[in-house]
């Protein structure tokens, strides 16, 4: 089946404690990127990867780091997560940067 | 910058009605519009997405239609089902975005039965 896994599905964190989301896709999907969606602000782009080894900033990367080493894989890493980092964090995939995009399930993070 | 607006922010209707939902965006060079469907505690569901190229696109119930020159979308939904209770978003691709999804803060739909 055609899906992109993230994991955990839900996390609560210390401030401070380096955390890694994971994201895998098993559809050759060059294109990957990072969202976090917050009430009143809706889905805002962290990062994207338009193929292995090339990354680019999105509307807000403060705070967070990517890396694409392998096709199917796009971890989201918090160095040092703050409570302002609490959100509902998607990772998408798709063919190319303008095709159909196809979600992971979410995950939602709390850092206390 | 591309801005996109869904009015409105909830709609409660009946079960069987027909309905449409709306999508604006201020940017008419996009390279295309997709609709998804967003239930609680689960991710987005993509369910149609228009090129620039296209007028619309079907599939099953959903009717998405595109007019690129007036900025607007609409999503029909006919003989609506409790089951299609979600939020529903739209975001476009557009040129200026640096490949990036612009997003609409969405439409909750409630059906009752």
């Known amino acids: 089946e055609a899906q992109v896994t993230q994991n955990p599905r839900y996390l609560i964190t210390v401030t401070g404690k380096k955390l890694t989301v994971t994201c895998s896709q098993n559809?050759?999907?060059?294109?990957m990127s990072w969202y976090r969606q917050d009430p009143g602000l809706g889905l805002r782009q962290i990062y994207y990867?338009?193929?292995?080894?090339?990354?680019d900033k999105g509307d807000v990367p403060e705070g967070y780091k990517v890396s694409r080493k392998e096709k199917r894989n796009f971890p989201l890493i918090l160095e040092s997560p703050s409570p302002n980092q609490t959100s509902l964090y998607f990772c998408a995939s798709s063919l190319g940067a303008n095709t159909e995009a196809f979600f992971g399930q979410g995950t939602r993070l709390t850092v206390v | 910058k591309q801005e996109v607006t869904q009015i409105p922010a909830a709609l409660s209707v009946p079960e069987g009605e027909n309905l449409v939902l709306n999508c604006s965006f201020t940017d008419s060079a996009i390279y295309n519009l997709q609709w998804f469907r967003q239930d609680p505690g689960k991710g987005l569901t993509s369910l149609l997405l228009i090129q620039s190229s296209q007028r619309e696109q079907t599939s099953g119930r959903l009717n998405a239609s595109l007019d690129k020159s007036s900025g607007r979308s609409t999503l029909y939904i006919a003989a609506s089902q409790p089951g299609d209770s979600a939020t529903y978003l739209c975001?476009?691709?557009?040129?200026?975005?640096?490949?990036?999804?612009?997003w609409g803060a969405g439409t909750k739909l409630i059906i009752k039965p």
């Open positions: 559809m050759n999907h060059e294109y």
């Open positions: 990867s338009m193929n292995v080894e090339v990354t």
């Open positions: 975001a476009v691709s557009s040129v200026d975005s640096n490949y990036q999804l612009i």
